[in-house]
C-alpha cells in the first residue's frame, strides 16, 4: 500500500467514450498531481493542486478535465481522446519538497 | 524544452559491481534534486535527493552526488544486486515559491543488474 490509490489500473476507451481516472491519498498531503508518462519520455506534468486549488495546468488539451473536490481525492475526466493520448498516468502526491513525491501505481490507459 | 537529461537509456552492470546513473539539467534555477525508482506495472518510489546546498548525500548503497558548475549529478549504488533492476528518473525542482513541488523529470534509466 503506497497511500496512493489509483483506479483503474487499466483502461480502454473508444475515442468518443467519457471515462474517469481516480486517484485518493491517505498521506494527508496538501497537494496532488497528474503526470502522463508516455513511452522513452520524461514524465510530464499536467495539473497541479495545491489546497483543493487548481495552480497549474500545462498547456493540457481541453479533452483532459481534473477535478480536485477535497485534498484527499483527484479526478481526471476523459472525453474524446485520441489514439496518442494512451500512455500511464500518474497520480501523486506531496507535503513538502524534502520527500519529493508519492506515486500512485498509474493507470495503463489505451485509447482506440 | 527537456531541462532534465538522462542521456544514457539503458545500464547493464554486473551484481556485487558498481551502478553509476548520470543526470544533466539546463536550468540554473533547480536547487533541490531527487532519484525516483520505478518497477514495471508500479508508480516511482523515492530513492534519494540532494540539496543544492551539499554536494553528496548517501542513503546505505546509495550515493548522489552533485556538481553545481557542470549541472550534472549522477547516483551510485554500490554494491549493485539484481533487485536493483528497474528504471531510475532523476528529477529537479525550482527554489521559486510558484514552482513549489512542481518536479521536472528525466526520461528514465533502465538498469538491468545481471548475475
Known amino acids: 500500500e503506497t497511500g496512493v490509490t489509483q483506479t483503474p489500473r487499466h483502461l480502454v476507451m473508444g475515442m468518443t467514450n467519457k471515462k474517469s481516472l481516480k486517484c485518493e491519498q491517505h498521506?494527508?498531503?496538501?497537494?496532488m498531481y497528474w503526470y502522463k508518462q508516455s513511452a522513452k519520455k520524461p514524465l510530464e506534468l499536467m495539473f497541479v493542486?495545491?489546497?483543493?486549488?487548481?495552480?497549474e495546468n500545462n498547456s493540457v488539451p481541453s479533452r483532459f478535465s481534473p477535478e480536485c473536490p477535497n485534498s484527499s481525492h483527484l479526478f481526471l475526466h476523459l472525453h474524446t481522446l485520441q489514439p496518442e493520448d494512451s500512455a500511464l498516468y500518474l497520480c501523486?502526491?506531496?507535503?513538502?519538497?524534502?520527500?519529493?513525491?508519492?506515486f500512485g501505481s498509474g493507470t495503463r490507459l489505451t485509447v482506440v | 524544452d527537456q531541462q532534465v537529461k538522462q542521456n544514457s537509456p539503458s545500464l547493464s552492470v554486473q551484481e556485487g559491481r558498481i551502478s553509476i546513473l548520470n543526470c544533466d539539467y539546463t536550468n540554473s534555477m533547480f536547487d533541490y534534486f531527487l532519484w525516483y525508482k520505478k518497477y514495471p506495472a508500479e508508480g516511482p518510489t523515492f530513492l534519494i535527493s540532494i540539496s543544492s546546498i551539499k554536494d553528496k548525500n548517501e542513503d546505505g548503497r546509495f550515493t548522489v552526488f552533485l556538481n553545481k558548475s557542470a549541472k550534472h549529478l549522477s547516483l551510485h549504488i554500490v554494491p549493485s544486486q539484481p533487485g536493483d533492476s528497474a528504471v531510475y528518473f532523476c528529477?529537479?525542482?525550482?527554489?521559486?515559491?510558484?514552482?513549489?513541488?512542481?518536479?521536472?523529470f528525466g526520461a528514465g534509466t533502465q538498469v538491468v543488474v545481471t548475475p
Open positions: 493542486y495545491n489546497f483543493k486549488e487548481q495552480t
Open positions: 498521506l494527508g498531503h496538501n497537494a
Open positions: 528529477a529537479a525542482s525550482p527554489s521559486s515559491t510558484d514552482s513549489w513541488g512542481k518536479l521536472q
Open positions: 501523486a502526491s506531496s507535503q513538502a519538497r524534502g520527500d519529493g513525491y508519492t
